[in-house]
């Protein structure tokens, strides 16, 4: 994605050749294009399509475009398509050919470099298209502007032809079809949900623009392609009430926080529940800043110290009489924070940290401002947040409690491992792997058929607590829990934070949840997910999280055999073996548990590093993963039922 710049000069009338600026050329994105992209994996191959989404978003932003279509083609090609100003054509001085030719072509060239161009652009890297189009076997643009139609093809980032004119149209905007080159990119197929999910998002934050996503590889019986319409008229006000459409609500409407007067533009809307959890999601200029940052930390501290003086100017903290901390006042809220500043600093691991000082006195003053009003003119609410903090602290209390009788007794203080847990003997945990594993069945194999020198095996007994539920005390409780934590030998509490993660003594960096291939297993792998996803955050942040991908069938005749992990491979392997006689000569087992495989099977088809697969647990989007715990795991049955009809035309009935 490109830097998001927000300008406060007046922009120019004029947006043409001479607005495109010229930074550097486009030599070493073939050659290094992890160092352009991220990586050349799932979220490599998915960003190729936010560069040009991006591209339309600035026209937006800009006041020039209301509508942008995405389309993923059969062969997992993709059209973008707005109706902007379209990338100007005319000759650029400097360059001696097109402007459009030039934006495609040389990196770091496009109009967001040029200040009075663009008030707003977004993004994060400032590739653009011409990343794209380099790492595109193949790429066309068209251009409507002016009352013309434009055109230009590429291969490999190569124009095949000078820019042309190609017909008359009383179209505008910008039309770019691109297909990721396959011997670059390790993933060739584009997930729905994930393009989906960000243009969701893209239609909160930007509100009154409309975006389309057709799927022309799903058809329905009359050959339709499956579409979707995403578009806000009350922005984070619906984004907020979106995520938190699975909870209870605790005050009836969102808090709406906007100042655009200020440098530092802040919008932002809260919202408190019943549940437990804290959940903030931050944005800086489109860009989900997943580990949070200056504007994060202003949101916070105006957010404590506001309702913090309420709350001793109402007595209730006297009569509690219980010590309040930061964490309580955010029990139970849902927050979205989306700013934008003209020169983002971003820093942390992932490049994703708001370093900006100046954001965090922005957002403080704007939050303040606020949330005093809400609170004086909103008495009944006012009160209600007060004794959920004050609830919260009571928990917290217990939960602190538990919590150091769970490392008091784990190997934190040297008191051992939970007896269960078959150990490995290499110490260094960036070498360790240890298995979640369903079941002592299972455990059993997998304890005999593991690698004992880097392999740990730690068996679950039946199904663990569901957290989305329960109260923070009675997690740290739960048997299963406890020795989950005591194995992993991590300690929840720091200096800073009483409810991080501290991965210090971490003692595997590979943590594998493998369960049965069936409604029970999936049910346990979600519980195991929805705890680390919610108290051990950090463990997925720093991808120590996998699942492992057992076979679903051995298919055999006479004394060959094949394992299948999908129904396409166990169709395609039953007519191999068939080889032209009859299927029914071939034997199909299906494994419907793990501790029907013998010790050497699972270690042959899931445990061998060399001939395994294991899928790393990632969080594309954490408002959407919010979203999606909170709905699968959480009190509110109706948003669940709604997702099974939806998803009900992927199931398969298992017999």
Same mark, same amino acid.
């Given at each position: 994605?490109?830097?998001?710049?927000?300008?406060? $000069?007046?922009?120019?009338?004029?947006?043409?050749?001479?607005?495109?600026?010229?930074?550097?050329?486009?030599?070493?994105?073939?050659?290094?294009?992890?160092?352009?992209?991220?990586?050349i994996g799932m979220k490599g191959f998915h960003h190729m399509i936010w560069e040009v989404v991006d591209n339309s978003i600035d026209e937006a932003l800009a006041g020039h475009c209301d509508t942008v279509k995405v389309t993923i083609h059969e062969n997992n090609s993709i059209t973008?398509? =707005?109706?902007?100003?379209?990338?100007?054509?005319?000759?650029?001085?400097?360059?001696?050919?097109?402007?459009?030719?030039?934006?495609?072509?040389?990196?770091?060239?496009?109009? $967001?470099?040029? $200040?009075?161009?663009?008030?707003?652009?977004?993004?994060?890297h400032g590739v653009g298209v011409s990343c794209v189009n380099a790492l595109s076997k193949y790429l066309k643009v068209n251009v409507y502007r002016d009352g013309k139609v434009y055109e230009q093809e590429y291969a490999k980032g190569a124009p095949q032809y000078p820019v042309k004119e190609i017909g008359k149209s009383d179209k505008r905007g910008t039309t770019v079809h691109f297909l990721a080159d396959d011997s670059i990119f390790t993933v060739t197929e584009y997930k729905y949900e994930t393009v989906a999910t960000r243009l969701r998002e893209l239609s909160f934050l930007n509100k009154g623009i409309t975006l389309t996503l057709t799927d022309l590889r799903n058809l329905d019986e009359a050959g339709v392609p499956f579409s979707e319409t995403f578009h806000s008229t009350r922005g984070l006000i619906e984004f907020v009430e979106y995520l938190d459409s699975t909870r209870e609500k605790l005050i009836p409407e969102p808090i709406y926080v906007e100042n655009t007067k200020s440098t530092i533009p802040v919008e932002i809307a809260i919202l408190y529940n019943t549940s437990y959890g804290e959940n903030i999601c931050s944005y800086v200029n489109n860009i989900n800043t997943i580990e949070g940052?200056?504007?994060?930390?202003?949101?916070?501290?105006?957010?404590?110290?506001?309702?913090?003086?309420?709350?001793?100017?109402?007595?209730?903290?006297?009569?509690?009489?219980?010590?309040?901390?930061?964490?309580?006042?955010?029990?139970? &809220?849902?927050?979205?924070?989306?700013?934008?500043?003209?020169?983002?600093?971003?820093?942390?691991?992932?490049?994703?940290?708001?370093?900006?000082?100046?954001?965090?006195?922005?957002? =403080?003053?704007?939050v303040g401002e606020v949330l005093n009003a809400y609170l004086e003119e909103h008495p009944k609410e006012a009160k209600l947040i007060v004794q959920k903090v004050v609830l919260a602290a009571q928990a917290r209390i217990a939960a602190r409690k538990a919590r150091e009788m769970v490392q008091r007794k784990s190997g934190l203080s040297g008191m051992g491992l939970p007896g269960k847990l078959a150990d490995c003997s290499e110490t260094d945990p960036a070498k360790c792997e240890v298995y979640l594993v369903e079941g002592d069945s299972a455990g059993g194999s997998a304890k005999q058929g593991r690698s004992r020198h880097f392999q740990a095996i730690m068996p679950l007994r039946g199904k663990i607590l569901n957290v989305e539920k329960a109260m923070e005390y009675k997690i740290y409780e739960n048997e299963e829990i406890k020795n989950m934590m005591m194995a992993l030998g991590?300690?929840?509490?720091?200096?800073?934070?009483?409810?991080?993660?501290?991965?210090?003594?971490?003692?595997?960096?590979?943590?594998?949840?493998?369960?049965?291939?069936?409604?029970?297993?999936?049910?346990?792998?979600? &519980?195991?997910?929805?705890?680390?996803?919610?108290?051990?955050?950090?463990?997925?942040?720093?991808?120590?999280?996998y699942i492992a991908q057992p076979p679903l069938y051995l298919v055999k005749k006479g004394k060959e055999e094949k394992y299948c992990w999908t129904e396409t491979q166990r169709?395609?392997?039953?007519?191999?073996?068939?080889?032209?006689?009859?299927?029914?000569?071939?034997?199909?087992?299906?494994?419907?548990?793990?501790?029907?495989?013998?010790?050497?099977? &699972?270690?042959?088809?899931?445990? =061998?590093?060399?001939?395994?697969? &294991?899928?790393?647990?990632?969080?594309?989007?954490?408002?959407?993963?919010?979203?999606?715990?909170?709905?699968?795991?959480? =009190?509110?049955?109706?948003?669940?039922?709604?997702?099974?009809? $939806?998803?009900?035309r992927y199931a398969k009935i298992d017999i």
């Open positions: 994605m490109s830097d998001l710049v927000t300008e406060v $000069k007046e922009e120019k009338k004029n947006y043409g050749a001479d607005s495109i600026q010229v930074l550097e050329g486009l030599e070493a994105v073939r050659k290094r294009p992890a160092m352009y992209i991220g990586d973008v398509e =707005d109706n902007g100003r379209g990338i100007p054509v005319d000759l650029h001085a400097k360059e001696g050919r097109s402007a459009l030719e030039v934006v495609l072509t040389v990196l770091h060239a496009g109009g $967001k470099f040029d $200040k009075d161009s663009y008030k707003v652009s977004g993004g994060l940052g200056t504007h994060v930390a202003g949101f916070r501290r105006a957010l404590t110290r506001t309702l913090k003086s309420y709350a001793e100017k109402s007595g209730a903290l006297e009569k509690a009489k219980v010590e309040i901390s930061g964490d309580d006042f955010r029990e139970g &809220l849902t927050a979205i924070i989306s700013i934008k500043v003209q020169e983002p600093q971003f820093e942390g691991q992932t490049k994703t940290k708001l370093g900006n000082n100046d954001a965090m006195g922005a957002v =403080d003053v704007a991590v300690r929840i509490g720091t200096v800073d934070d009483e409810k991080a993660l501290n991965l210090e003594k971490l003692r595997y960096h590979k943590v594998i949840i493998m369960t049965d291939a069936d409604v029970d297993g999936s049910h346990i792998r979600t &519980l195991i997910l929805t705890f680390f996803f919610r108290y051990m955050r950090s463990l997925i942040d720093n991808g120590y999280v169709e395609q392997i039953v007519k191999q073996l068939a080889a032209g006689g009859k299927e029914d000569s071939v034997h199909i087992q299906r494994y419907k548990g793990l501790g029907e495989m013998n010790p050497e099977q &699972l270690w042959t088809t899931t445990m =061998d590093p060399a001939k395994r697969t &294991l899928k790393q647990v990632t969080i594309e989007s954490a408002a959407e993963a919010d979203h999606l715990f909170s709905m699968l795991m959480g =009190d509110e049955v109706a948003p669940r039922r709604e997702f099974i009809e $939806k998803n009900a």
